[in-house]
């Protein structure tokens, strides 16, 4: 099954039962984002930061303060229910005067997750794979013709440079062939 993530960050707000609450949903590509995003976008004045992530098989949630499996866990499984990876969710809660009870936090945490993320905007998910090149100084330039649009790290060797690029997992061997062609066959995968 095809996963996705977000394509651009998204909110959306809802009113239930006077409280307010807002859900910011957005991609990002490690967790050192994902926390630099929550703090961004943390409330202090609200009544409660809720949030949920997910990255590959990683996954972290809070209730922040509400009781335990109300808020958090609902948020993390809107995520996995829309098949959604890579991605990010902070609901924000401004007590309104009216307690919800466990089932209408649950209902109300997941509801504006999940309403959030069913209307951002969504691109499939490619995976990636690191690959490593160590090829002679003389045919560098001819390298970089194929390699053209990725973003490429260099490392300097006594034999040439090491070029290290993340490709499409599905276009890795033919990226790897390609610049083997290039350069003679004079480059080789690390």
């Known amino acids: 099954m095809a996963r996705f993530t977000l394509a651009a960050p998204w909110e959306v707000q809802k009113l239930i039962q006077k409280s307010r609450f807002l859900a910011k949903v957005a991609p990002v590509a490690s967790e050192e984002e994902a926390l630099a995003f929550l703090q961004r976008h943390r409330k202090p004045e609200a009544t409660h930061n809720v949030y949920a992530y997910k990255l590959g098989p990683r996954s972290r949630f809070s ?6 499996g109300t808020a958090g866990r609902p948020v993390l499984q809107a995520i996995e229910a829309q098949n959604l990876d890579r991605v990010v969710v902070l609901v924000v809660r401004y007590f309104g005067g009216v307690k919800l ?10 509801g504006v997750a999940a ?13 990636r794979v690191a690959v490593r ?3 002679p100084f003389a045919q560098v330039g001819r390298a970089y013709g194929v390699l053209r649009g990725l973003e490429v790290a260099e490392a300097y060797a006594p034999e040439g440079v090491l070029l290290t690029f993340l490709a499409p997992h599905s276009q890795a061997e033919a990226l790897v ?5 290039a350069t003679r066959g004079q480059a080789r995968r690390m």
């Open 177 to 181: 062939r390609a610049v083997g062609e």
């Open 63 to 68: 209730d922040d303060g509400e009781p335990a």
């Open 101 to 110: 009870g466990a089932g209408g936090l649950v209902r109300a945490y997941a």
């Open 133 to 135: 090149l160590l090829v």
């Open 115 to 127: 309403e959030a993320l069913r209307q951002a905007p969504k691109v499939p998910l490619v995976e």
